[in-house]
């Protein structure tokens, strides 16, 4: 069970992680030219075997771009949405209709990460001072879980838990971005501490 001062940390992350997130939604409704609306649905410090549990519940493959970043913080970041869902964002992002995702589409998408990836290192590290270095994105067709797994392994070197923060920025038009942030819990206290907590 958690201690009143461990739940009032999470707390203040959620608060901390959703501000960064919206640079992101920002990018996103720039880019798209429409409205984006953010809401950080969960935050969890949760055992790496019950993950999948508080992910959303998407039946078919998703589209993933996914980044690991390094430096004073270790963390993984994903965004996906369903593979169906993957063609009207494209259509949206290059101006024409997508009957099927094609490789222009699949990078649009990628290049749309990557900028939303940018902006919240960057509003992040702005924010905490802390220095973060982002790997090349890489994008994917596959299950969620699947998707996720390289990036549990890599953030969970030292621990069986890993906290992950869920938002989703929702388009007028009415596609659904998961945006999905993971760490170790012992670097809670890094961002906490940076930020003035």
Known sequence: MKTSSEKLELRK???DLSSYIESSASSFS??????????FS??????ISKLEFLMPQISEDVFAVYIRCEGDLRLGM???LPETESKNLAAHLLKKPQKTLTELGRSSIAELGNIMTGSFLTTLS?????????????????TLRSLMQPS????AQSSERIIVGISELK?????????????????IKKILAKAGS
């Open 13 to 15: 992350l959620q608060s």
């Open 30 to 39: 720039k880019l798209l030219h429409e409205p984006v609306r953010q809401h």
């Open 42 to 47: 969960r935050l969890a410090d949760t055992e």
């Open 78 to 80: 994903m965004f996906f």
């Open 126 to 142: 702005n924010e905490t001072g802390l220095r973060i270095q982002a790997s090349v994105a890489g994008s994917s067709i596959d």
């Open 152 to 155: 549990v392994s890599y953030i």
């Open 171 to 187: 388009t007028r038009s009415g596609i659904i971005l998961y945006f999905i942030v993971m760490l170790d819990p012992h670097e």
